[in-house]
């Protein structure tokens, strides 16, 4: 395997495009010479943000796409008439072997259009999940589905538990990973109809360590390795930790701050506090992957800053490298087999 990993970044998409995008890709091609980036988008615009760096990296190019697909836009409609926009242009280069992989804070619509129509998904694939890795009490978690199918089937979540097992195993080293479904309770009698349905599935699966239901309350504890769930509660779990994390902090800092009391408290707790809120600070793990495509999509959240696309950048080296594709084809192949026999 060629160790070059070409990695093309959507450089128009996000809130903080093209500015925090291209100094994110600046950061990861700085030093390494297992990377290359290709910044897809307005040339012009590109380049005048590259002028502003220090230096630039030599390993980082610029591929000119005249058009750009807005948040609000209808994803489906937007991929079929743009097709010289920064997300289908990059989707190109990884279906047409040009780069390993695609990378974008953009409409998160388009790109999972894109994904399934452009890249295409793996044999025996129904639905790729986004599934995003989470920080907990025991270390990370990997959520999914994150948003990508809000409406699933019993059969989908087996396969995203099967994927999600592969990915945590090969790329955290996570030996033998916990399984868990999300439910409203951990007797198996209760949830929903999809969830009800599910359980037994997930029990009989051979391929994965299956433990039960989790409730979202014991997600921050780490309580299981890979949580399956539908996108619609998925995105909400998701969203509530984000915001829960982003409000917690703004009161311990107001707290610290409010006498000099505190203000001499946190002085004294200040490096303990900063190294405990670094393992919790989900940016250091990238994007969300959608698993189950012929070549990797990585999405990262619309209001992405340097340090998030950095490492969504870098974590697509470890995908490649662990040939993440290739083990999910081959785990998922002998339950398409049974299918047809």
């Given at each position: 395997m060629d160790s070059l990993t070409r990695v093309a970044v959507d450089a128009m998409g996000g809130d903080n495009a093209p500015g925090e995008i291209v100094k994110g890709a600046a950061a990861a091609c700085s030093g390494r010479n297992d990377i290359e980036v290709i910044?897809?988008?307005?040339?012009?615009?590109?380049?005048?943000e590259l002028k502003k760096l220090p230096s630039v990296p030599e390993n980082i190019r610029v591929?000119?796409?005249?058009e750009v697909i807005e948040m609000a836009e209808s994803p489906v409609n937007a991929v079929r008439k743009k097709k010289d926009s920064s997300i289908v242009k990059g989707m190109n280069m990884v279906r047409r072997g040009e780069a390993d992989a695609f990378v974008s804070a953009g409409n998160s619509g388009a790109v999972l259009v894109g994904g399934q129509i452009i890249v295409g998904r793996l044999?025996?694939?129904?639905?790729?999940?986004?599934?995003?890795?989470i920080p907990t009490r025991e270390g990370v978690m990997l959520l999914l589905d994150c948003g990508a199918s809000v409406d699933s089937k019993p059969s989908h979540l087996v396969q995203y538990a099967m994927m999600g097992s592969v990915y945590m195993e090969k790329v955290l080293g996570v030996k033998n990973p916990r399984v868990g479904i999300?439910?409203?309770?951990?007797?198996?009698?209760?949830?929903?109809?999809?969830?009800?349905?599910?359980?037994p599935l997930l029990r009989e699966c051979k391929d994965i360590n299956?433990?039960?239901?989790?409730?979202?309350?014991?997600?921050?504890?780490?309580?299981c390795d890979v949580a399956v769930c539908e996108g619609f509660t998925g995105n909400?779990?998701?969203?509530?930790?984000?915001?829960?994390?982003?409000?917690?902090?703004?009161?311990?800092?107001?707290?610290?701050?409010s006498s000099l009391r505190s203000k001499i408290g946190a002085w004294l707790i200040k490096p303990a506090l900063k190294q405990t809120l670094k393992t919790y600070d989900a940016s250091q793990y990238g994007g969300a992957?959608?698993?189950?495509?012929?070549?990797?999509?990585?999405?990262?959240?619309?209001?992405?800053?340097?340090?998030?696309?950095?490492h969504s950048i870098i974590?697509?080296?470890?995908?490649?490298e662990q040939r993440i594709n290739e083990l999910i084809s081959e785990k998922l192949r002998p339950a398409q087999e049974d299918k047809t026999e």
């Open positions: 910044l897809v988008g307005r040339q012009e615009m590109i380049e005048a591929e000119n796409a005249s044999p025996g694939i129904e639905r790729p999940p986004f599934a995003s890795l999300v439910n409203i309770g951990a007797e198996e009698e209760k949830g929903n109809a999809l969830v009800k349905e599910t359980f299956f433990t039960g239901s989790i409730e979202a309350r014991d997600i921050p504890a780490g309580g909400v779990v998701l969203k509530m930790y984000e915001g829960t994390a982003t409000v917690l902090l703004s009161a311990v800092k107001e707290g610290l701050m992957p959608m698993l189950g495509l012929k070549g990797l999509v990585v999405k990262t959240h619309g209001s992405s800053k340097a340090v998030e696309v950095e974590q697509c080296v470890q995908f490649r």
